[in-house]
């Protein structure tokens, strides 16, 4: 087993991203940004524009299009307005979404890819089914055409990967898209900004990040080093979600919900996840369910069918939120219970009579299959949704 650090450089907390991100071009002697931000942000709240004011140079460019999920024609329009723009920067403000189009961007632009087929060749679709291209590093230059700046404004850790998810929107289905350098160069963490993400999305993109640290923890491929980040974010999380949930933009709990995810996705790439998240692509792809939500449900039902495999795993993740005589699904529902989440497929609005199209479909995907409980069938993954149902 091996760890690879990425080629992010620096993590900027408890900032405003007014003073931190102007510093940041300086820095790094960047002259045309291109923004793309979530519309949501763009249109509602006077921060972005106050953010545009502030930086010492001219926007080359702006986007707020970049729909849930990132669809790929979404990812293409924003390839073709930065290619025209000639950005020398991305900065990617809002979520996961638009952090994972930023990444499909900077990777077309490396391999210099300018048909739709050329992109296709580095994907992984979610059958498990690769393009010639896909994951092979060997094919990048390790000069970096450009860059990221993320500042995000939700708790999805995107911002730590090297990997983007975009939507097939004809089949439905998430594809997949490596690079060694894809992850932002920097990230800025603003709390203030922060709080203007509605509540729903904060604390379902918090659970996010803790099925994130505690899918890595049981994987059975983590070592010492990331276990000590993945048991503090289960730690954090748990102390600082609640204060988050009952003030919206208290920053001190915003600033540890933050570091949480920094803590959580110190793994992403390294370490395999297992169900929780492997069907929750397929719940988002099928049922444009967010992936917060999916974490929200799938994470206590897959906790509870591995309990026969997890050991004193299990008790470590309780203890780590100071509950360690109970079950680690008990705990963890009890959590995402209490800060008004779902926690059952019924109250996301998933059809009963799409369970065993899910199931087949999850049956087949690559993570799901790294499960800690090995799947062997889709009556696995069926007994696992019956759990979430």
Same mark, same amino acid.
């Given at each position: 087993?091996?760890?690879?650090?990425?080629?992010?450089?620096?993590?900027?907390?408890?900032?405003?991203?007014?003073?931190?991100?102007?510093?940041?071009?300086?820095?790094?002697?960047?002259?045309?940004?291109?923004?793309?931000?979530?519309?949501?942000?763009?249109?509602?709240?006077?921060?972005?524009?106050?953010?545009?004011?502030? @930086?010492?140079?001219?926007?080359?460019?702006?986007?707020?299009?970049?729909?849930?999920?990132?669809?790929?024609?979404?990812?293409?329009?924003?390839?073709?307005?930065?290619?025209?723009?000639?950005?020398?920067?991305?900065?990617?403000?809002?979520?996961?979404?638009?952090?994972?189009?930023?990444?499909?961007?900077? @990777?077309?632009?490396?391999?210099?890819?300018?048909?739709?087929?050329?992109? @296709?060749?580095?994907?992984?679709?979610?059958?498990?089914?690769?393009?010639?291209?896909?994951?092979?590093?060997?094919?990048?230059?390790?000069?970096?055409?450009?860059?990221?700046?993320?500042?995000?404004?939700?708790?999805?850790?995107?911002?730590?990967?090297?990997?983007?998810?975009?939507?097939?929107?004809?089949?439905?289905?998430?594809?997949?898209?490596?690079?060694?350098?894809?992850?932002?160069?920097?990230?800025?963490?603003?709390?203030?900004?922060?709080?203007?993400?509605?509540?729903?999305?904060?604390?379902?993109?918090?659970?996010?990040?803790?099925?994130?640290?505690?899918?890595?923890?049981?994987?059975?491929?983590?070592?010492?080093?990331?276990?000590?980040?993945?048991?503090?974010?289960?730690?954090?999380?748990?102390?600082?979600?609640?204060?988050?949930?009952?003030?919206?933009?208290?920053?001190?709990?915003?600033?540890?919900?933050?570091?949480?995810?920094?803590?959580?996705?110190?793994?992403?790439?390294?370490?395999?996840?297992?169900?929780?998240?492997?069907?929750?692509?397929?719940?988002?792809?099928?049922?444009?369910?967010?992936? &917060?939500?999916?974490?929200?449900?799938?994470?206590?039902?897959?906790?509870?069918?591995?309990?026969?495999?997890? &050991?004193?795993?299990?008790?470590?993740?309780?203890?780590?939120?100071?509950?360690?005589?109970?079950?680690?699904?008990?705990?963890?529902?009890?959590?995402?219970?209490?800060?008004?989440?779902?926690?059952?497929?019924?109250?996301?609005?998933?059809?009963?009579?799409?369970?065993?199209?899910?199931?087949?479909?999850?049956?087949?995907?690559?993570?799901?299959?790294?499960?800690?409980?090995?799947?062997?069938?889709?009556?696995?993954?069926?007994?696992?949704?019956?759990?979430?149902?």
């Amino acid at each position: 087993m091996e760890f690879a650090y990425s080629a992010l450089e620096k993590v900027i907390f408890n900032e405003a991203a007014t003073a931190a991100l102007p510093q940041l071009l300086r820095d790094l002697s960047y002259q045309r940004p291109f923004v793309v931000a979530s519309r949501a942000l763009a249109e509602k709240t006077g921060d972005l524009r106050a953010l545009r004011q502030a @930086l010492p140079v001219e926007l080359a460019g702006f986007n707020k299009a970049i729909r849930s999920h990132t669809p790929r024609e979404d990812a293409l329009g924003l390839l073709d307005q930065v290619r025209e723009s000639r950005a020398d920067v991305i900065i990617s403000v809002g979520g996961g979404s638009v952090i994972d189009a930023g990444k499909f961007v900077q @990777l077309a632009i490396e391999q210099d890819l300018k048909h739709e087929s050329e992109i @296709l060749e580095y994907a992984q679709q979610g059958n498990g089914s690769k393009g010639p291209k896909h994951g092979d590093f060997r094919l990048f230059s390790g000069t970096d055409k450009i860059r990221q700046l993320a500042i995000p404004t939700t708790l999805s850790g995107a911002e730590f990967s090297n990997s983007a998810g975009v939507l097939n929107s004809g089949s439905r289905s998430k594809e997949g898209y490596r690079g060694p350098r894809l992850c932002p160069q920097a990230v800025v963490y603003d709390p203030e900004l922060a709080g203007h993400t509605p509540s729903w999305l904060w604390l379902s993109t918090a659970i996010r990040s803790l099925d994130h640290a505690i899918e890595g923890f049981c994987s059975g491929q983590s070592s010492a080093y990331l276990d000590g980040h993945f048991l503090h974010a289960i730690t954090l999380f748990s102390q600082s979600l609640p204060a988050a949930s009952l003030s919206q933009g208290d920053q001190g709990a915003i600033n540890l919900n933050q570091q949480a995810v920094w803590l959580a996705c110190c793994g992403l790439g390294s370490v395999p996840h297992g169900a929780s998240h492997g069907i929750g692509y397929i719940l988002g792809a099928m049922c444009a369910i967010p992936h &917060g939500y999916t974490s929200c449900v799938m994470l206590p039902a897959v906790l509870e069918w591995n309990a026969t495999v997890l &050991g004193e795993k299990s008790r470590a993740i309780t203890d780590a939120m100071g509950q360690g005589l109970q079950n680690a699904h008990v705990v963890v529902k009890a959590l995402i219970s209490e800060l008004g989440l779902p926690t059952s497929l019924r109250q996301l609005g998933v059809p009963r009579h799409l369970l065993k199209q899910i199931a087949e479909r999850a049956h087949a995907h690559p993570v799901v299959r790294k499960n800690p409980r090995p799947i062997e069938s889709a009556a696995d993954v069926s007994a696992i949704l019956e759990i979430a149902w």
